[in-house]
């Protein structure tokens, strides 16, 4: 049996990959040169968040933290609300936002949105090719049969998400993968209403599941890595999806949001 | 008549009069709610006093569910009997309170008692919203009564054995409630009045900052020394101590400040205070923050005696291993010396939330991080890391006996076992 065939594998997983990058990641760290010195800006008041989710939300190395930097500020602030709302649960995340003000989280969300830092190469599949190449066929053309649309429908042709709201599917691990769609497939993570992403994934059995974690995250990084600025044209044939989203929330405050590279 | 029969009769005569006397206290003060009260259109002003005090009170917090309509109820309040979930306050007729009258509003408030005649549960805190007026009451009843109705049908509490039952709890209130609306205090001036109003009444803040019993009674109704939150372990801490968070020697805007902004040049709040901030007081005008203020200021000091100094490490692997850590995940934003960086991240030496005895909230705030309250006065707030994480049992004591140890700070060490108990009860 292919080790990948289910969640159960995580701790070799996490031994696998993760320790070294982790013992990777540390080692970054502390050969880098002194901390940076105090500044009043966004970047400083985003510390609570990249201390789990790595420098400047390039995403920690255990997998279970994933990459905020160049998410769609849209996807991200939804993300943000529903850990507030109870659409999403984890505590540590639920508790550590609740005081924050809707302006403020947005104000969280488009910083990370318009940071450009670079992606980490994939790590090679291990599934078997079969495994990969039915995650292909459904990522890239989904499954009119079972009215499953094909993943880049929404995700963008380049998979890098569609902006505002749309996250893209490339540079997330597959454990992470997995454990979102499982998520939503068990009804522990939703979406605004209407939560198109359930409809979707209601229709996806575990091993579709799998294949599509287990190819979307080998799959290596375009040139470009922002979200399209609009969705693809719809393949002949497919209907429309209707996703519900937080409404934006006025901006905070005269401090402009800046980008730090 | 034998011995056997006499015993019995005592028995029941006993019985017959405790119930009558426990009876008896739980429908003291209680108007009758039949008589009915002439129902004037409710003006603007009063919803919008009333809305003001809804504020105070911080109603919507505990009666609106995760991510559910505001008011509509369903959020389930932890407590060590079980779970008291919040009621359905939307004037919808039939699962909210559409078909109540001010009186039965008023007899909730007052005497803790629901429309049909059922004790409720001290988890809404009448033993404090008792002290406020009918006029109050009235002004929240037309404010409740002016919000969209949402269907939302109460839920059954979740009470053990026998904390379930309606006896059990007349016997509680018979023990620790008493009804009765504030009374002003004539030697003391009218801002003073206004603030013990509001902080004993709407604002409830005895129900943590007033140390419970085993039975979650108070037995010094409003002493306001200090209790360990039920369930969160957090430490609502002292109000009256110099060396918890008594306020007696701060300028009082600062204090203003602090219910304002949720921070100021002598402390700033986090953990369940900051909800209170950010729902409730940073709302209320300055003059009823002055008010309190000025009542918190003039609170009778307790525990004026310092701690004894706790005996200091000094040198020793430990101490090598602390003062890197501390050097390593502290520093950067609090500062070699302790002295933080003053608008942004607190100093740690001479900080009473780092050195006070009760060591629930330091250990939580470096487990689990967390913002200060996103406020008008302080919208962008900076923020804790958790380091849930990052530091293990050991490790974490041995950095928080480092900050309660150094740069003057005299505090007891914290040990693994502590952390250990507080990492557990977070379930992380």
Known sequence: ?261 | MNKLSKFTLAVVVLAAGASALVWALNVRDEIDVTVPVAAAAPSESLVARGAYLARAGNCQACHTAQGGPAYAGGRGIATPFGTVFTSNLTPHEKTGIGSWSPSHFWRAMHNGRSKDGRLLYPAFPYTSYTQVTREDSDALYAYLRSLPPVAAPNQPHTLRFPYQSQAALAVWRALFFSPGVYEADSARSAEWNRGAYLVKGLGHCAACHTARNALGGSERSLDLAGGLIPMQNWYAPSLTSPYEAGVADWDKQHIVSLLKNGVSPRASVTGPMAEVVQRSTQYLSDADLGAMAQFLKELPASHTAAPEPAAIRTGGESVERATKLYEQHCAQCHGAGGEGIPNAYPALAGNRAVTMGEASNLVQIVLNGGYAPATEGNPRPFGMPPFVLVLDDTDMALVLTHVRQSWGNRASEITPLEVNRIRASTGR
């Open chain 1, 1 to 261: 049996m292919q080790e990948t065939r289910s969640g159960h594998s995580w701790r070799r997983t996490l031994a696998r990959y993760a320790l070294p990058a982790a013992l990777a990641w540390a080692a970054a760290g502390s050969a880098a040169a002194a901390p940076p010195p105090f500044e009043d800006s966004i970047a400083q008041r985003a510390m609570a968040c990249t201390a789990c989710h790595g420098p400047q939300g390039r995403a920690a190395p255990d997998g279970y933290y994933p990459r905020l930097a160049g998410k769609p500020a849209g996807y991200l602030y939804n993300q943000l609300l529903n850990f507030r709302d109870g659409r999403r649960h984890y505590g540590l995340m639920t508790q550590l936002i609740e005081p924050l003000s809707d302006a403020y989280l947005m104000e969280i969300a488009t910083y990370f949105s318009q940071l450009e830092v670079p992606y980490p190469a994939p790590l090679p599949a291990t599934a078997s090719p079969e495994v990969l190449s039915h995650g292909r066929k459904l990522v890239l053309e989904g499954d009119p049969a079972r009215q499953l649309p094909a993943c880049v429908q929404c995700h963008g042709q380049a998979m890098t998400g569609v902006a505002p709201g749309i996250p893209g599917l490339l540079g997330l691990p597959r454990d992470y993968l997995n454990a979102q769609l499982g998520a939503w497939k068990a009804g522990q993570r939703r979406a605004h209403a209407p939560d198109c992403m359930k409809e979707v994934v209601a229709r996806l059995s575990l091993e579709d599941i799998n294949a599509v974690a287990s190819w979307a995250a080998a799959q290596p990084l375009p040139a470009s890595t922002k979200p399209a600025a609009s969705l693809p044209p719809p393949r002949p044939g497919a209907t429309a999806i209707t996703c519900g989203s937080a409404t934006a929330p006025a901006a905070t405050t005269a401090v402009p949001v800046k980008a730090q590279k």
